[in-house]
Structures are given as structure tokens and as C-alpha cells.
């Protein structure tokens, strides 16, 4: 039956292409007997067909795709070890690990024990002074570790301190380090209040005076013959939360520019200074702008006294007197005049 079926759609496909018209012979299969079959007389023109591909829809939503996964087992990646780089750092430089003196206030010609460690090829010792007393003579080759005594030389009295210094040094990579210790001499001279010894910075020769000195309602007045100086000591701070209190210096001669004494009258149990004391005050010189309203009345006349003077011998620098002065009060209390200026009572560290 299958036969049959092919037999005739090629027998319908042979018709249609060849136009023809009449009878034709069908054989269905091979050794059965030939069928007539009436064809019905086709007069119809054959018109080919095109079949043209349908255009897209634009407003269509594209194909999706959906990734159908394999039943293959993903690959196991596979790690390669790396060798760490080797570390090329270069080799340590010099170092002062330590550097101390046994003493750090000590007389002149007194021992000190120096002590050190470092690291290095090379170590060198040199002592010095602030002023030239030592040179590349006295220093001295020492090994990365140890102990010395080093003697200070009488000569080194007169100066603040010795000091000491450490190099080491490294050839490859050429290179120095230092470390520093120093030694602060004690002085020859105490102060006029104190028999504890000082160092570094020393107190000079006291000066003893006669002095005038007169309390006010808000402060005090001294004169000293030596070296003919008026100090105006005020009860009022030199700025705010400050320590010291504001302090005005005048020195003689006086240069006196008139006489307005009889324009000030104290009131009842109160004085009105007199002498230079009252020059001051006035405003009656021309180193002065008065004071009489920064002090007030004299709570007693002036009264003369025996007064110490005594300063450090602290270097000028930078065009002005460091120098810390002390003074003998005419209550014997100790007056510290500030370098930095002002005033203020001393009292034991």
C-alpha cells in the first residue's frame, strides 16, 4: 500500500509539471497487472509559487535562551606554588645604643665614669666645652662596648659644663651615628640665700648697698646706692594667670622736669613720698610717666636699709641680658627679677 501511495504522488507531480492532457498507465507494483486510470483533462495554466519568508513582528519580544547545564563536572582549578622572594634588606647602619656619665653636676677636676654600647665598625670619644678648651687631641679610639674615667680638667671651672661625644662609624655602608652625655659644673660662688651649690648657670660676686625702700597701697619702691637704681615693684600681675607681677626700673641720675608736689596731698594716716622717691612717683623726671596711681599712697615714710644684690653670669644673646637677678627685700624676704622682666617673691624648689 505504501507503494501505491508513492507511485501516485509522483505520477500527480509528473502532470502538473508537463502541462499534459490524456489517459496514463499506472503501474502499482512490479509483476501485478497494468490499471488503467482516467485522468481528468487538466486545462488549467500551472502558476509557480514563491514562498517569501514571513518579515518579524518589531514589537515582538526576542527569543530567550535558557543555558540547559551539562552533566559534565566542572574542572578543578589547579594551584601552582610561588617561592616567597628572597629578602635582599641591606646590612644595618651604626647605632649608639647608650651613652651616660656617672655624674651629671660635678667640680672641676672630679672623676666622671663615662658607659656606652653601640653597634658599628668604629667608636670615638671626644669631650668638648662652650668655649675652646679641648681639641681633636683629646679625643680617643674606644671599643663598641665599655667604661672610662675621664678627669675634668681644673681649666673647665670657669665654663657651664664639659660634654661628651659618641661616633661610630660604618664602612660599608660608609656611614655615623652619635650619641651625647654632658656634665654640668658646680660653681665656685653660691647665692647671698643659699648655701646649696649651683651648676651650669653660676651666681657672680653678691653686691652689698645701702637702700631705700617705702611700701605703698599697691606695691613697693626701692632705691639702691649701687648702682644707683629705683625699682618699682607694682601688686599686679605682669599679664593674666601670670606668676611674676609687673616691675619698672629707673636708674640715676634723675633728669628732673618739674615740681608737682604741691598738687598731691595724702589723705589722713598716708603719705605722699618724698626725695627722688617722689620724683618718680610724680611724674616729675623725665624717665618716669608717675605712679601714683598705679601704687597709691604711701602706707609709711621711706626708711633706709642694707640691701644684697646678686646676678648669675648668664651670656648675652641675641642683643639682650639673660641674667636672673636676686635682691635683698627690706623685710629680708628674696626678690627674683625675671630676665624675661617682672618680679616675684623666691621660695625653696
Not at 629578602?87 to 656619665?101: D, E, I, Q, R, Y
Not at 618718680?280 to 601714683?292: E, K, L, N, T, Y
Request: charged share 15%; glycine share 8%.
Amino acid at each position: 500500500m505504501r507503494k501505491q501511495f508513492l507511485s501516485i504522488t509522483m505520477l500527480v507531480v509528473s502532470l502538473l509539471v508537463a502541462g499534459c492532457r490524456g489517459t496514463l498507465e499506472i503501474g502499482l507494483e512490479t509483476g501485478s497487472p497494468t490499471s488503467t486510470v482516467e485522468i481528468a483533462e487538466l486545462d488549467a495554466t500551472l502558476t509557480p509559487v514563491v514562498i517569501t519568508p514571513a518579515t518579524p513582528d518589531p514589537t515582538a519580544a526576542p527569543p530567550t535562551w535558557t543555558a540547559t547545564p551539562t552533566s559534565e563536572p566542572a574542572a578543578t582549578p589547579t594551584w601552582t606554588a610561588t617561592p616567597a622572594p628572597t629578602s635582599t634588606s641591606p646590612p644595618p647602619g651604626p647605632k649608639v645604643l647608650s651613652f651616660t656619665a656617672s655624674l651629671t653636676e660635678a667640680w672641676a677636676g672630679e672623676t666622671v665614669t663615662l658607659r656606652w654600647e653601640a653597634r658599628g665598625d668604629k667608636a670615638t670619644i671626644c669631650p668638648s666645652a662652650r668655649y675652646v678648651l679641648f681639641t681633636r687631641d683629646d679625643c680617643w679610639q674606644a671599643p663598641l662596648s665599655g667604661t672610662a674615667s675621664f678627669t675634668i680638667p681644673p681649666a673647665a671651672a670657669s665654663f657651664p659644663r664639659v660634654d661628651f661625644t659618641l661616633t661610630i662609624e660604618t664602612a660599608d655602608p660608609a656611614a655615623t651615628a652619635t650619641g651625647q652625655a654632658s656634665v654640668g659644673l658646680k660653681c665656685a660662688l653660691t647665692w647671698f640665700f643659699s648655701d646649696e651649690p649651683q651648676a651650669v648657670i653660676c651666681p657672680l660676686e653678691p653686691l652689698h648697698t645701702y637702700a631705700a625702700a617705702q611700701r605703698f597701697q599697691q606695691g613697693t619702691m626701692i632705691w639702691l646706692e649701687e648702682p644707683g637704681r629705683y625699682y618699682i615693684l607694682r601688686d599686679a600681675p605682669l599679664y593674666e594667670d601670670s606668676e611674676r607681677n609687673k616691675l619698672d626700673l629707673i636708674n640715676d641720675p634723675l633728669e628732673i622736669t618739674g615740681d608737682t608736689s604741691s598738687e598731691f596731698q595724702a589723705p589722713e594716716g598716708l603719705h605722699a613720698p618724698v626725695s627722688g622717691f617722689g620724683l618718680v612717683w610724680r611724674g616729675d623726671i623725665a624717665q618716669s610717666p608717675g605712679f601714683h596711681e598705679q601704687l597709691g599712697w604711701g602706707l609709711a615714710p621711706e626708711f633706709g636699709y642694707d640691701a644684697i644684690l646678686q646676678c648669675d653670669n648668664a651670656a648675652p644673646s641675641g642683643g639682650r641680658s639673660w641674667q636672673t637677678c636676686y635682691l635683698k627685700g627690706p623685710g629680708d624676704e628674696v626678690i627674683m627679677l625675671h630676665p624675661l622682666g617682672g618680679w616675684q617673691l623666691w621660695s625653696e624648689p
